[in-house]
T-cell receptor, first 114, second 112 residues
């Protein structure tokens, strides 16, 4: 059974710091991995999608990496800003025929202090 | 381009009442799903659809029904609401190709 773990559960940093959020998964048979951002009381906003054949994806100050063999992904946020404060969720789509179930981690709650 | 639209945003039901949560997407996505999000439990898949006329159960389907008569719409029906169904419900869609999921803004449901 695929399980996704995100460490740390919460992180507080001063504005301007570069930071890394971690995501690990137990089964390397994944189709892709997606990072989301969730603001309090809001929906999920997709940040980056990495296909199983890719090593990394970049969007602005965000860079996500994927090491499928070791079951790990990281989300790197450069020059953090107070507006980056949110919960970040990692989700994997298992590579099983007909599977539509995204397996989510429980998230990392990020606070960026001015 | 509205993406995935969910209505209502908030709803309070009495135990035993029924209701339908609406979900519509305008991206011509084949795949649509319903998730519920509960504190400490994360997001769990309720039902999903791989195209019009085709639906299947997810991880926690009991107490919910779905149908998919069009590509755009995927309503979730609560047959007889129970307090255990108090949750935030998210609808999501993705294209048939290698794209990722787009989520709606959610419906916060309270059953008293």
């Amino acid at each position: 059974k695929q399980e996704v773990t995100q460490i740390p559960a919460a992180l507080s940093v001063p504005e301007g710091e570069n930071l890394v959020l971690n995501c690990s998964f137990t089964d390397s048979a994944i189709y892709n991995l997606q990072w989301f951002r969730q603001d309090p009381g809001k929906g999920l906003t997709s940040l980056l999608l990495i296909q199983s054949s890719q090593r990394e994806q970049t969007s602005g100050r965000l860079n996500a990496s994927l090491d499928k063999s070791s079951g790990r992904s990281t989300l790197y946020i450069a020059a953090s800003q107070p507006g980056d404060s949110a919960t970040y969720l990692c989700a994997v789509r298992p590579d099983q025929g007909g599977s539509e179930k995204l397996v989510f981690g429980k998230g990392t709650k990020l606070t960026v202090n001015p | 381009n509205a993406g995935v639209t969910q209505t209502p945003k908030f709803q309070v039901l009495k135990t035993g009442q029924s209701m339908t949560l609406q979900c519509a997407q305008d991206m011509n996505h084949e795949y649509m799903s319903w998730y519920r999000q509960d504190p400490g439990m994360g997001l769990r898949l309720i039902h999903y659809s791989v195209g019009a006329g085709i639906t299947d159960q997810g991880e926690v389907p009991n107490g919910y029904n779905v149908s998919r008569s069009t590509t755009e719409d995927f309503p979730l029906r609560l047959l007889s609401a129970a307090p255990s169904q108090t949750s935030v419900y998210f609808c999501a869609s993705r294209p048939q190709t290698r794209g990722g999921y787009t989520f709606g803004s959610g419906t916060r449901l309270t059953v008293v």
